[in-house]
């Protein structure tokens, strides 16, 4: 069996290791996670339905065309054999569909990390550079999720793992022939992701590590990989193209915020918030920071290094740098498997003790990582699970008002909500009439039709709703006699009852 065979089992009983815990659980407790996964699949819902994507922040518009996409078979099952309108019927049934988007993604994940390990072994020719770039990658947090979350990472992934082979080749042949599909794909990566923007920086630079042609001529084709590279990023945004300026302004929006998504002070950079980032990804990521480390002080022991790889590697720590900004491990992902690349070049070069002295860390660091993965998302699940026979077991006699919460009722819920698609889904709640009302600002619900009315002004009787905002919603409230009980055994969530809708004919 060739090691390409091997390359790929590996990453698919990898990827199949993750997903295992949520279909062992089956679609009882898909809804795990919700967010970002209803903003995504919600879009590729109102894509099919509409041909408008409504979520642009990361902008994920590729994610949520090929969500849109995979669904094709059931769309096409749903018109010839069962005769039943697709998104009226992914509604009804959104805890399935959430089931096969995940499935989905563990798929994807899979042949992403082949091609990841493929574009290793084709450079490296070496089975302890492949395992050491393996466990490089179970070692960082956020990997395994790439298996199970509806988010545009796991795109990203594929997209990034097909540039490095790209990058191999390029690497092979030092010929200018493979930067226009690069550049271009990366343009790609960043209509997916914005924290894949380094990418398309390196890639626009590799023309000047082509030794044989002038000065000149590598300037011109770095030029040209620019106007590639906003070529891949407008045939990826093409969907959102009428919502460039609201894009521009979410853009400058976070560039001038000294936290996640756009909060914190008003300022393009905060030297104690972006210490106070930096010790965060160090306590969730060490071995990112140990990578980041070895590449520097390879940068500067090295005396001869490939001009393409220093230009990866100098790219990816300036990317990794500046997206250091925010402590989210996710945001890293770009510059971590570039990094990783960089790192298997410079690992090659160590002695054998210190390769397998390297290994032997490595494992340890990426059991501890998996073990917490699978205790973390089993026990998401098992809430999930418990919130969902916990509505079960408690029917009511009037409507469910939402405030939040990871089931199947919210998760309609917000994925038809009107704050985001506006009438998109509204003939489809109004041939069910859903049951359900969302609660906003803990003082407002939302209708189907975009108006907001005030909590009491219409009929409900029970309220889910987060403990730590319970407590908040009756101090607000103090002459309805309301309380709140705490759900057992869920992600600290409260129910809170009210009779108001007596007075209701």
């Given at each position: 069996?060739?090691?390409?065979?091997?390359i790929f089992l590996?990453?698919f009983l990898?990827?199949?290791a993750?997903?295992?815990?949520?279909?062992?659980?089956?679609?009882k407790g898909?809804?795990?996670?919700?967010d970002?996964d209803i903003?995504?699949?919600?879009?590729?819902?109102?894509y099919?339905k509409?041909?408008?994507?409504?979520?642009?922040d990361h902008?994920?518009?590729?994610?949520?065309?090929?969500?849109a996409?995979?669904m094709t078979?059931?769309r096409?099952?749903?018109?010839?054999?069962a005769?039943s309108?697709?998104?009226?019927?992914?509604?009804?049934n959104?805890d399935?569909?959430?089931?096969?988007?995940r499935?989905?993604?563990?798929?994807?994940?899979?042949v992403s990390?082949g091609?990841?390990l493929?574009a290793i072994?084709?450079f490296?020719?070496?089975?302890s550079?492949?395992i050491f770039?393996?466990?490089?990658?179970?070692?960082?947090?956020a990997?395994p999720?790439l298996?199970?979350s509806?988010?545009?990472?796991?795109?990203?992934f594929?997209?990034?793992?097909v540039?490095?082979?790209?990058f191999?080749?390029?690497?092979?042949?030092?010929s200018?022939?493979f930067?226009?599909a690069?550049?271009?794909?990366?343009?790609?990566a960043?209509?997916n992701?914005?924290s894949?923007l380094?990418?398309g920086l390196i890639?626009i630079c590799l023309?000047l590590a082509?030794?044989r042609?002038s000065?000149?001529?590598?300037?011109?084709?770095?030029?040209?990989?620019?106007?590639l590279?906003?070529?891949?990023f407008?045939?990826?945004?093409?969907?959102i193209?009428?919502?460039?300026?609201q894009?521009?302004?979410?853009?400058?929006l976070l560039?001038?915020?000294?936290?996640i998504?756009g909060?914190?002070?008003?300022?393009f950079?905060?030297?104690?918030?972006?210490l106070n980032?930096?010790?965060?990804?160090y306590y969730?990521d060490?071995?990112?920071?140990?990578l980041?480390?070895?590449?520097?002080?390879?940068?500067l022991l090295l005396?001869?290094?490939?001009?393409q790889i220093l230009?990866l590697?100098?790219?990816?720590?300036?990317g990794a740098a500046?997206?250091a900004?925010?402590?989210?491990?996710h945001?890293?992902?770009a510059?971590?498997?570039?990094?990783?690349?960089?790192?298997?070049?410079f690992?090659?070069f160590?002695?054998?003790i210190a390769?397998v002295?390297?290994?032997?860390?490595?494992?340890?660091?990426?059991?501890?990582?998996?073990?917490?993965?699978?205790?973390y998302i089993?026990?998401?699940?098992?809430q999930?699970?418990n919130?969902?026979?916990?509505v079960?077991?408690?029917p009511?006699k009037?409507?469910?008002?939402?405030?939040?919460g990871r089931s199947?009722?919210?998760?309609l819920l917000?994925?038809?909500?009107?704050?985001?698609?506006g009438?998109t889904?509204?003939?489809e709640?109004i041939?069910t009439?859903?049951p359900?009302l969302?609660?906003t600002?803990?003082?407002?619900?939302l209708?189907?039709?975009?108006?907001?009315?005030?909590v009491f002004?219409?009929?409900?009787?029970?309220l889910?709703i987060q403990e730590?905002?319970?407590?908040?919603f009756?101090?607000?409230?103090?002459?309805?006699?309301?309380?709140?009980t705490?759900?057992?055994?869920?992600d600290?969530?409260?129910?809170?009852?009210s009779?108001h809708c007596?007075?209701f004919?």
């Open positions: 069996m060739s090691r390409a065979v091997w590996l990453a990898t990827s199949a993750f997903i295992f815990p949520v279909i062992s659980a089956g679609t898909t809804f795990y996670t919700i970002p903003s995504y699949l919600s879009n590729a819902l109102s099919i509409t041909r408008q994507i409504h979520y642009i902008p994920g518009t590729p994610t949520i065309i090929i969500f996409l995979m078979p059931l096409l099952y749903m018109k010839f054999i005769h309108p697709f998104i009226l019927w992914s509604l009804n959104l399935l569909v959430f089931f096969i988007t499935v989905f993604q563990s798929l994807v994940m899979g990390l091609i990841f493929l072994l084709r490296f020719r070496s089975k550079v492949i770039a393996w466990l490089s990658l179970l070692g960082f947090s990997f999720f298996s199970s509806i988010s545009p990472e796991t795109l990203s594929f997209i990034i793992a540039w490095l082979n790209i191999v080749s390029f690497l092979n042949t030092n200018w022939f930067l226009p690069m550049s271009t794909i990366s343009g790609i960043i209509a992701k914005f894949n380094f990418l890639s023309p082509i030794s042609i000065i000149k001529s590598r300037l011109s084709s770095c030029l040209i990989q620019t106007l590279v906003a070529l891949g407008i045939a990826g945004t093409w969907p193209k009428g919502s460039y300026p894009l521009l302004n979410w853009v400058k560039a001038n915020s000294s936290e998504h909060g914190g002070i008003p300022v950079f905060d030297l104690s918030t972006y980032s930096i010790s965060s990804l969730r060490p071995w990112l920071m140990a980041i480390v070895i590449s520097v002080v390879a940068l005396h001869r290094i490939n001009p230009i590697t100098v790219g990816s720590l300036l500046v997206f900004k925010y402590p989210l491990s945001y890293q992902f510059h971590y498997f570039l990094l990783i690349f960089a790192v298997c070049h690992f090659i160590l002695p054998r390769k002295l390297l290994l032997v860390i490595l494992i340890l660091i990426a059991v501890k990582n998996v073990d917490y993965y699978y205790r089993s026990t998401m699940i098992r999930t699970q919130l969902e026979n916990y079960a077991n408690h009511t009037f409507p469910t008002l939402w405030e939040w199947k009722d919210f998760a917000w994925a038809t909500s009107p704050a985001w698609h009438k889904f509204l003939s709640k041939i009439n859903s359900y969302e609660m600002n803990l003082k407002n619900i209708l189907p039709e975009g108006k907001e009315v005030t002004s219409r009929c409900w009787d029970t889910y730590s905002s319970a407590a908040l009756v101090s607000a409230h103090p002459n309805r006699g309301l309380a709140f705490t759900i057992p055994l869920t600290h969530m409260a129910v809170i009852h009779n007596s007075r004919p």
